[in-house]
């Protein structure tokens, strides 16, 4: 099995993907803020158990050894978005509230920080159990 194809690295790569398309979508408000009419937009919110049901299913024996398994990697696709206004609409019918959008980037700015020392720190867990 190679380490990237482990679960818990496919479950961050999978939340770090979520959250840089996140991010585009939370600077499309931002450079929307003055736009009529435009609606503010944010992505659906990942769901922890689907996500690690998903890296679960179709994990199988490998039959050249019983202690090997392999297991499925998770989807790396677009994810759903949604229409998301902070406020009621301005008198020009835009819905993007700029200290919203910037708590919400600064957020997602802080997960991405955390999942990706989490992934090199467990990469660095890896590399000392096997020897490198």
């Known amino acids: 099995m190679d380490l990237p194809d482990v679960p ?3 479950m961050l790569r999978e939340k770090m993907n ?10 499309e408000n931002v450079a929307n803020a003055d736009t009529p009419n435009y ?3 944010d992505l659906k919110a990942l769901d922890f158990e689907e996500e690690l049901s ?4 179709g994990t ?3 039959t050249t050894n019983a202690r ?3 297991l499925t990697p998770m989807r790396m696709g677009k994810f759903e978005d949604h229409e998301a206004p902070d406020q009621e609409s301005s008198p020009n019918g835009n819905s993007v509230a700029l200290e919203a959008e910037m708590v919400k980037v600064s957020d ?3 997960q991405f920080q955390a999942a990706a020392n989490l992934y090199a720190k467990t990469m660095s867990m890896m590399r000392t159990a096997i020897g490198h």
Do not use: E, I, Y
Not at 18 to 27: E, G, K, N, P
Not at 54 to 57: F, L
């Open 60 to 62: 199988a024996l490998v």
């Open 18 to 27: 979520w959250l840089h398309q996140r991010q585009d979508v939370l600077s």
């Open 8 to 10: 818990l690295f496919a």
């Open 108 to 110: 997602t700015q802080s």
């Open 54 to 57: 998903g890296a679960t299913k």
């Open 68 to 70: 090997h398994f392999a």
């Open 39 to 41: 609606v503010a937009r």
